[in-house]
């Protein structure tokens, strides 16, 4: 595995989203009335519907910022370099 920066812990940015996109897919389950899946229970949360939109511009974020993050650090610790990151996080280089 490359990288390391982070201590690989920028990984925790798309556990974060899955979670987040379960509890929108799940959300009109009543709170109590629980559905198991793949040996897991899922829970509703009844959110109002510009909540489950926010919350799903924020998965958006998280998995940009993940992107992001792993590529920085390859970059950082040699895996590819500082061009190859601002190439694939679409930063214009500077040609002054």
Known sequence: MSG?????????LGYIADQLERDIAYNAIPYDAAIVKDGEKYYGHQLQPQTVEFMSDVV???????????EYDLAVSGDSCEATFQERVGITPNTA
């Open 4 to 12: 390391g920066h982070f201590d690989y812990k920028q990984a925790y």
């Open 60 to 70: 958006e974020q998280l998995r940009r910022l993940e992107n992001i993050l792993r």
